[in-house]
């Protein structure tokens, strides 16, 4: 059982709460295994931004809408240049990777426009979406940009982003995805690069609209 993936699982679909207090002894329990692992992911989870160390403990990262603001433009400088890469060093394989993760995020949004969502299909639609960021990231060819978005690229999935998309904003970012996927498969650098900015600060616009709903919701489960 890898530990650590297990509670950062908890902490993106809102199991742990941000504000809450984890502790090696409460979490072993939890999961029947002893401190030593239990530690070590919360280490790494540190490292990854979302737990805050505490004089006993950790507790889950609150952020704020200056947090958004700085994580989504940084996002979209590193994104927009791993783009750029992607378009000069990809692969077929790469682009395979792209056009399968994007046609799976088309076949769930497609269900969206004749029914709502399941927080299942939300899952999917984030993992289908993860899973097309990365393979740009890959495609780039660069190992220091994988390491440093690996960060920036799950906090807005702690916040359930997806959550609050409607049928044209889900329908809008499959476009951009499908904008971004022409420009790099035909190796046009500056089309992709600036294509997918634009995506991230439409991520971001998105995100700073429902930020208070957000907390709201967050608040409400917390008193549940």
């Known amino acids: 059982m890898d530990t650590y993936l297990i509670i950062q699982k908890y902490?993106?679909?809102?199991?742990?709460?941000p504000g809450e207090r984890l502790t090696e002894q409460n979490l072993a329990e939890m999961f029947s295994v002893s401190r030593t692992p239990i530690r070590q992911a919360l280490k790494q989870l540190e490292n990854d931004g979302l737990v805050t160390p505490l004089k006993k403990g950790y507790i889950v990262r609150t952020f704020t809408?200056?947090?958004?603001?700085?994580?989504?433009?940084l996002r979209a400088l590193l994104e927009g240049y791993a783009a750029a890469q992607a378009a000069i060093h990809c692969s077929q394989e790469d682009l395979?990777?792209?056009?399968?993760?994007?046609?799976?995020?088309?076949?769930?949004?497609?269900?969206?426009?004749?029914?709502?969502?399941?927080?299942?299909?939300?899952?999917?639609?984030?993992?289908?979406?993860?899973?097309?960021?990365?393979?740009?990231?890959?495609a780039a060819k660069n190992d220091y940009l994988q390491f440093?978005?690996?960060?920036?690229?799950?906090?807005?999935?702690?916040?359930?982003?997806?959550?609050?998309?409607?049928k044209y904003e889900l329908k809008r970012s499959y476009q951009s995805h499908e904008t971004i996927f022409q420009a790099i498969a035909q190796h046009d650098v500056d089309r992709a690069k600036t294509a997918l900015?634009?995506?991230?600060?439409?991520?971001?616009?998105?995100?700073?609209?429902?930020?208070?709903q957000l907390q709201e919701l967050l608040k409400e489960e917390s008193n549940d």
């Open 197 to 212: 900015e634009e995506h991230i600060f439409q991520g971001r616009d998105h995100m700073l609209k429902h930020f208070n």
């Open 11 to 17: 902490i993106i679909n809102g199991t742990f709460k």
């Open 148 to 166: 440093h978005l690996k960060k920036l690229v799950i906090v807005p999935l702690v916040f359930r982003s997806f959550y609050w998309y409607d």
């Open 65 to 73: 809408e200056s947090d958004i603001v700085q994580i989504y433009n």
């Open 96 to 138: 395979t990777l792209m056009k399968h993760a994007n046609d799976i995020y088309s076949t769930i949004i497609n269900k969206q426009l004749k029914s709502s969502l399941s927080l299942e299909d939300i899952q999917k639609v984030m993992e289908a979406n993860r899973l097309f960021h990365d393979a740009i990231i890959y």
